[in-house]
Each structure stands twice: as C-alpha cells, then as structure tokens.
C-alpha cells in the first residue's frame, strides 16, 4: 500500500494513465492573450523563409500523413512553416497540459491546429489515445522530441511508441535564421529578427519496427543526429544575441 507521501507525490507528478487537469486560459487572461497572439502573427509574417531545393524533394516524398517533429527551441516558428511548406488539412499537435502552456494553445488555436494536452508525465496515456484518433483522421501530428523540458535535442522514447502504432515516417523539421536572438532559456530558443531571413530544412525516416531496448536506443541516437545535420553546426550555443 502506497504511502501518504507517495501519494502525495504523484499527484503533484500526475498520473500519465489518467486524464489529469487541463489548464486553459480564462477571464482576464484570455482578452490579453489576443495581443500576443496577434503580435505574434505580424512578426512571423514579417519573415522571409526558404528551403533548398533538395528538401523541397524531400518534402515531397515524405508520405502523409506523418509525425512532423521540431525541437522546442524552434516551435516558435512551427506554425508559419507548416503553413507555408506542408500546407496539410490538419496538423494536431501535443502540447503540455501545465498553466504556462496554456498561452501557447491560444496561439497554435489561432493558427487553426488542433491541440492535444499531454507529456511524457502528465495524461500520457490520455493524450496517445487522442493522437492516434486524430492520425486515423488523416492529421498530421506535430511533436517537439525533447519538450517540454529538455534535454536539448534528446528524442523521447514516445515518438518510437507513435511511429509503431501508426506506422507513420517521421518528419524531421528545422530552421535556421542569419540573425536571431537567443532566449535565456533551457533550450536557448531561437526568435530570428524580424524580416530576417530563415532557412528551412527537412528529412524523414521510414518508420521503425524492432522493439528490443539496444535497437530504440540506437534509432533514438539516429534520429537526433539527424536533425542536428538539419541545424546549423553551432547552433547548441549562441550565434547571435540581439
């Protein structure tokens, strides 16, 4: 029998198994995230994006639909990438079900995605089942592999779980800006200036199959590798601070 403390514990943990709360925005809070949420707008719009010929091919090969996976220090720019390059029906994306993601739901709502609410500890199983319900629907499934708290550029075991159960390839989606300010943040995310210019790059892998523990460990390593080829070589460390 689990102990008061224990059970303690794990309500302050959550329960991956059960539904859990979902922090929304409300009242106040709710009238002032439109101001973000339009800044927000204007400042990605103001962006000029590229993407080499090479991963334009790519792009195009990648069966659809698929698990679109961006390292959280460029979610920023998830929305306006997808929007421009992928231009799918529907991308559902997985988002922290904590009070301070809240604010990113209205923004990700705005840019019309539909949000699922869950992280490795919190709604886990919940937030699988609503994935794979979205999936079955045709959607996208938009994913940061080391949210929400890193480590940096470190793949989860989940992504593995989603790309079995769906069979799925994942797609692997980055960016990088000729000027950006860097936040003083975990992940030292990266907000490119406004009007700069923000290179796009993409790749994808077939799903994967083996389930022994050695074999996840090794796609886990290649698949960060291969998104750390997507990035510019320096860019674990501030090239630019505005």
Not at 25 to 50: D, I, N, Q
Not at 93 to 116: Q, T
Not at 206 to 220: C, G, I, K, Y
């Amino acid at each position: 029998m689990s102990t008061a403390h224990e059970q303690q514990s794990t309500k302050r943990r959550g329960d991956p198994f059960r539904g859990g709360a979902l922090h929304r925005l409300s009242g106040w809070r709710l009238w002032l995230s439109r101001f973000p949420v339009v800044g927000l707008r204007w400042y990605l719009g103001s962006l000029r994006l590229e993407m080499p010929a090479m991963d334009r091919a790519r792009l195009a090969a990648c069966p659809r639909p698929a698990l679109i996976i961006m390292s959280h220090n460029r979610s920023l720019l998830a929305p306006v990438i997808i929007d421009t390059f992928l231009r799918t029906a529907k991308v559902t994306c997985l988002i922290s079900p904590s009070r301070a993601a809240a604010w990113e739901v209205e923004f990700y709502e705005d840019w019309g995605f539909d949000i699922v609410r869950g992280s490795s500890s919190r709604r886990g199983l919940a937030s699988t089942r609503e994935l794979l319900r979205a999936f079955r629907r045709g959607q996208d499934l938009g994913m940061t592999p080391d949210g929400p708290i890193g480590p940096l550029y470190a793949f989860k075991r989940s992504i593995l779980g989603l790309a079995r159960m769906t069979s799925a390839p994942i797609l692997l989606i980055s960016a990088n800006a000729e000027v950006a300010w860097r936040a003083p943040s975990w992940d030292r995310h990266v907000v490119p200036l406004p009007f700069s210019t923000v290179q796009v790059r993409c790749d994808w892998l077939q799903p994967f199959t083996d389930h022994t523990q050695n074999a996840e460990s090794a796609v886990l390593e290649k698949l960060r590798n291969a998104y750390l080829a997507l990035c510019r070589e320096n860019d674990t460390l501030p090239y630019h601070d505005a």
